[in-house]
């Protein structure tokens, strides 16, 4: 019976050390897209459409913050078209073996992801909705 306790006990160990290493991987996968989507929610409801780049790369270190388990550095960069803004976030989960189940000669497990969402100005959209209502309220009254 201690012969095979012997062989069991370090798999039943690296399974688990392994659940936890995916875990960490999941969370900050799902985290990444949750603060790039943030980014470009908040950032696509400026007043003005020149300040959503300006805002979105002024706020990108405190959005990532120090959430994230086991990655080192979050790399993070927005662009913009003409009528949207999207944020792309990239980072790297530390294990303890160089290329472990990444099949490539990165260290780590990459995430990388990107949020996009519709640039509007509310203001402009509050006006037209009213005007909206005001040519109804003429034509229907």
């Known amino acids: 019976m201690t012969l095979e306790a012997s062989f069991i006990m370090p798999w039943v160990i690296f399974l688990f050390v392994f659940l ?3 875990s960490f991987y999941l969370y900050d996968k799902c985290v990444l897209f ?4 943030v980014l470009a929610l908040r950032g696509s ?3 003005e459409e020149a300040e959503v780049l300006e ?5 990108m270190r405190a959005q990532f913050g120090s959430k994230y388990f086991g990655v080192g550095r979050i790399d993070g960069k927005a662009e913009k078209s003409k009528k949207e803004i999207k944020v792309i976030g990239s980072c790297s989960v530390k294990i303890p073996f160089d290329n472990f189940l990444t099949f490539s000669k990165e260290s780590g497990w990459q995430i990388s992801t990107q949020a996009t969402a519709q640039i ?3 203001t402009k959209v509050i006006r037209k909705c009213r005007m909206a209502e005001n040519i109804m309220e003429k034509v229907g009254g």
């Open 20 to 22: 936890i290493y995916v």
């Open 120 to 122: 509007i100005n509310p």
């Open 34 to 37: 949750q603060d790039a989507y």
């Open 45 to 47: 409801v400026q007043k």
């Open 55 to 59: 805002y979105v790369n002024g706020h």
